[in-house]
């Protein structure tokens, strides 16, 4: 391993371990643009880091353990209570891409995969599956367009040049902190892991809103308003991809499935519409769909057939009345 190589994961480690303060940050941002080859290795550094993060199963923002009575079925099957299996190190570096990004550029993800790229102002963009962003820096202004899916965002200080999520008519600004926006058919929600985000719509037809860490906004078409509501859990568990996981807080059956038919190849499908609003407690890889069906057959009792496109859940006709 080059020296140079060395300074990016020492770098990457004290960030990851303490952050930054100002002179450290200064320190930092000379290195960094005192040499192309420092961007590459950072970006290296990264990856590797995470893979080992990911592949340690060590979540950034750990759930509280949710608690459920003996009539929710306590989720008691050890998959569904402890999760699937954590992946391993090299499964982990081949899903989760890592690229650094020298130009303006889009940046895409495919179903089921997944990129952390250093933008060229130190921002980081954490893309989920099945995303497109478009990103335009100018001197007076970091724009980022988010043409579908979702991506978290670390944005690096710089009161200077706003940093702004574009997402339909949707707007997004922050100066130093992290976020996520999600496109949706509806809307687009937004939530905030650290700092504060201002959000509006283009058409001024909603008041603006400041959003802070812990919190949930959702910014719907056309709405007269914009919700805004303290949900820490629930966003540290819509954001647990980031980890490669699925995360289920008494989520239905019917919302596990669309959440894993956004990653998985094989496509999840409740036969039995009784099923659709059982409720489940549990953890998963977001790369174990199989693992998942076949406790949902232990947990609720109902058949599962399992092929290599589709996995279906439930019976024609039946009654939904396995366990609860």
């Known amino acids: ?14 960030q990851r371990a303490r952050g930054l303060d100002d002179a450290d940050a200064a320190r930092f941002g000379a290195w960094f643009d005192a040499d192309p080859r420092h961007r590459g290795a950072y970006a290296r550094a990264l990856a590797i880091h995470n893979a080992i993060h990911l592949a340690s199963g ?8 949710a608690e459920t009575g003996p009539g929710e079925a306590r989720v008691a099957r050890r998959n569904l209570v402890l999760g699937g299996m954590a992946a391993g190190l090299a499964l982990a570096a081949g899903r989760f891409g890592y690229a650094a990004l020298s130009d303006d550029a889009v940046l895409t993800t495919a179903k089921g995969e997944f990129r952390r790229v250093p933008l060229r102002d130190k921002s980081i963009a954490n893309i989920n599956s099945g995303s497109r962003i478009e990103v335009a820096f100018t001197e007076k202004q970091r724009t980022i367009n988010l043409r579908q899916g979702e991506a978290w965002f670390e944005v690096a200080k710089d009161k200077s040049k706003p940093f702004i999520v574009e997402a339909g008519d949707a707007r ?9 926006v999600r496109r949706q058919a509806d809307g687009s929600e937004v939530l905030v892991t650290e700092g504060t985000v201002e959000v509006w719509r283009q058409d001024g037809s909603a008041r ?4 802070t860490a812990g919190e949930r906004a959702f ?29 289920l807080a008494s989520q239905t059956l019917s919302e596990a499935v669309a959440d894993f038919n956004r990653y998985s ?21 977001l790369d174990a769909p199989e693992l998942f069906a076949r406790d949902v057959s232990t ?26």
Request: avoid cysteine; hydrophobic fraction near 40%; proline fraction near 7%.
């Open 1 to 14: 391993m080059s020296e140079i190589d060395h300074e990016a994961f020492a770098w990457v480690v004290r």
């Open 299 to 324: 947990v609720l009792d109902v058949p599962v057939t399992i092929t290599a496109e589709r996995i279906l859940i439930g019976r024609a006709g039946g009654t939904g009345q396995g366990r609860t």
């Open 208 to 211: 603006r809103r400041r959003v």
């Open 219 to 247: 910014l719907a078409h056309d709405a007269g308003a914009i919700p805004v509501t303290r949900q820490p859990e629930e966003v540290s568990r819509k954001l647990a991809w980031r980890e490669g996981k699925l995360v």
């Open 172 to 180: 997004i600004r922050a100066v130093g902190t992290a976020f996520s």
């Open 58 to 65: 060590e979540p950034a923002f750990p759930a509280r353990p």
């Open 265 to 285: 190849p094989q496509t999840i499908v409740i036969v039995d519409p009784a099923l659709r609003d059982k409720r489940l407690v549990g953890q998963y890889q």
